[in-house]
């Protein structure tokens, strides 16, 4: 079966300071892997979507980047946090094909002081 | 662009009470619809789906939810509400064969024993 592992689960970070963090999916290949961050009353906001290796999307302008080195790994980053990077982001995939629905990882909330 | 739109931000019922949690969205062509359900503490789960066929679909713990493609909703509906319902609610779309999924900001409902 499909799982999704992203880490840390919480993190607490001086502004400026640069972030990296990591989502792996196992149990299938060549997955959409998608970053969302959630804020309350505010839903899941998309920002970063790959289609494979190499192939980012971004959704909003911003301090975040995204990254896929290799096909079951999607990196969020950052060189310089801002206080306003603060949030709860989420790690997803859907697997290829019409019909098909995204799992998510446990989520990382992130505190930037 | 596609959006989701919740009408109920936050929805307070009595345990046996019936539920409807109205999501609208704007997309021209065909989409696939979700609804997800985040329990306090846990991650994003997959509550029922709509791909296509009849447009009354059932998913996990005895919700269900309705296709109105004529009126570009799909709202969930619970006849009698449990206490360990309590959660928030999130209604998603996404285009068919499309690659993004697209939130609405959800409903939190907290059901009263």
């Known amino acids: 079966s499909q799982t999704i592992h992203q880490w840390p689960a919480t993190l607490v970070q001086p502004v400026g300071s640069p972030l990296s963090l990591e989502c792996t999916v196992e149990?299938?290949?060549?997955?959409?892997l998608y970053w969302y961050r959630q804020a309350a009353g505010r839903g899941l906001q998309l920002l970063f979507y790959?289609?494979?290796?190499?192939?980012i999307s971004s959704e909003v302008p911003q301090n975040l980047s995204a990254s896929r080195p290799q096909d079951r790994q999607f990196i969020l980053s950052s060189k310089k946090l801002l206080l306003s990077d603060s949030g709860f982001y989420l790690c997803?995939?859907?697997?290829?094909?019409?019909?098909?629905?995204?799992?998510f990882g446990q989520g990382t909330r992130l505190t930037v002081v | 662009a596609q959006s989701v739109s919740q009408h109920n931000h936050h929805v307070i019922l009595s345990e046996a009470a019936s539920l409807e949690l109205g999501c609208n969205y704007s997309?021209?062509?065909?989409?696939?619809l979700f609804w997800y359900v985040q329990y306090p503490g846990q991650h994003l789960q997959l509550l029922l789906k709509?791909?296509?066929?009849?447009?009354l679909v059932k998913g996990i713990k005895g919700f269900e939810a309705e296709f109105i493609k004529s009126k570009f909703s799909f709202n969930l509906r619970k006849p009698s509400v449990q206490w360990s319902d309590t959660a928030e609610y999130f209604c998603?779309?996404?285009?068919?064969?499309?690659?993004?999924?697209?939130f609405g900001a959800g409903t939190r409902l907290f059901v009263k024993a």
């Open positions: 709509y791909f296509s066929g009849d447009p």
């Open positions: 997803a995939w859907r697997g290829r094909g019409m019909n098909t629905e995204a799992f």
């Open positions: 997309y021209g062509g065909t989409v696939n």
């Open positions: 149990g299938t290949s060549n997955p959409n």
């Open positions: 790959s289609v494979g290796i190499g192939q």
């Open positions: 998603a779309v996404t285009p068919t064969g499309g690659f993004k999924t697209i």
